[in-house]
């Protein structure tokens, strides 16, 4: 039975961003989210969305260099999105690799439906390029890889309640990049952002929900 739970994004956002000492640090307004979006019901890993997210309109680039208008190609299309980049530590290599197992579990035409985009928080070192040498290794070579400049990127993870600081360098030489660390779920049958995971997210959660995400229904 599920536990019924009144909670927003925006508080989820900023209990992950606590979390997040690997991939930076700060306090800076930019990180902060500003949608706020009551949730419904909370499985272990998923929260289904009283209020969904509207695709947010973004056009970046895509790892061969093209315009990847992100609510155009995915339309219709059940489509995992996530913020991160290609030097954080730990978090954004596990979700990819999470999200990764969890697909070999999938038919291998569930497997051709599923959209799963990786978009940069850290555009000047995450180039095309490097972004195909990358998702391969770090998820799977379907996985679609976005980059651009970061005021589109900043406003596009914005629009669903996703708070990333730009790019930083420490005193010892090392950048890192601040972000929020919630993947966002959108159905097939409404193009909605309607469930949210978090970093605790396992392979094994991903695996069980999968399906329904697919067929557009509530993990």
């Known amino acids: 039975m599920r536990k019924k739970t009144v909670t927003t994004v925006a508080a989820l956002a900023v209990a992950t961003a606590l979390t997040l000492t690997a991939c930076g640090s700060g306090d800076d307004s930019a990180s902060k989210p500003i949608a706020d979006v009551s949730a419904s019901a909370k499985t272990q890993a998923a929260t289904v969305l009283d209020q969904p997210f509207k695709k947010p309109d973004l056009v970046l680039t895509d790892t061969k260099g093209k315009p990847y208008d ?8 059940p489509t ?5 980049y290609t030097n954080c530590p730990d978090v954004c290599p596990l979700t990819m690799s999470n999200i990764a197992i969890a697909m070999k ?13 990786f978009v940069t928080t850290d555009p000047e070192r995450d180039t095309s390029a490097e972004l195909a040498k990358w998702l391969p290794s770090a998820g799977d070579p379907s996985f679609i890889g976005l980059t651009g400049d970061f005021p589109t990127i900043q406003a596009g993870a914005r629009q669903l309640g996703i708070g990333i600081d730009a790019p930083k360098k420490e005193k010892d030489g090392t ?19 309607y469930v949210l995971y978090g970093e605790d997210a396992t392979a094994d959660d991903y695996a069980k929900d999968l399906p329904k995400i697919i067929k557009g229904e509530n993990p």
């Open 70 to 77: 992100f609510r155009e190609a995915t339309q219709g299309k």
């Open 80 to 84: 995992l999105v996530y913020f991160g």
């Open 105 to 117: 579990s999938l038919s291998a035409a569930d497997r051709e439906k599923l959209q799963v985009v």
């Open 175 to 193: 950048v890192t990049s601040m972000h929020g660390t919630q993947v966002i779920a959108f159905s097939p049958k409404t193009d909605a952002g």
